[in-house]
Nanobody, 123 residues
Framework: QVQLVESGGGLVQAGGSLRLSCVASGRTFSSYGMGWFRQAPGKERDIVAAISYSGGRTYYADSVKGRFTIFRDNAKNTVYLQMNSLKPEDTAVYYC????????????????WGQGTQVTVSS
């Protein structure tokens, strides 16, 4: 079992930055690929970024490439999402998730989810 707790969301103006954190407890953090997803009202939950067990491989949705960076610190059981040049269309609830299968880009590949943190970008 893995418990995930996100933090770092908030209200920011367009062009601004936020860093989301997700702390994991339970089983060995480095045994899980990690992902960040987001869900806007009335829309499906979509992948934002994902990272492999060791952090050596990453994946980004086209909409965030060049603006967002996912990285992890296995010694701190934490995965981060650095979000720069934020746009109003980035407004959503952001979730972190853990997959025992490594880096996955689909919702179904993840077994454990956090409670989500709201990110609101004003224009």
């Amino acid at each position: 079992q893995v418990q995930l707790v996100e933090s770092g969301g908030g209200l920011v103006q367009a062009g601004g930055s936020l860093r989301l954190s997700c702390v994991a407890s339970g089983r060995t953090f480095s045994s899980y690929g990690m992902g960040w997803f987001r869900q806007a009202p009335g829309k499906e939950r979509d992948i934002v970024a994902a990272i492999s067990y060791s952090g050596g491989r990453t994946y980004y949705a086209d909409s965030v490439k060049g603006r967002f960076t996912i990285f992890r610190d296995n010694a701190k059981n934490t995965v981060y999402l650095q979000m720069n040049s934020l746009k109003p269309e980035d407004t959503a609830v952001y979730y972190c998730a853990a997959s025992p299968l490594g880096l996955r880009v689909g919702v179904l590949g993840y077994d454990y989810w956090g409670q989500g943190t709201q990110v609101t970008v004003s224009s």
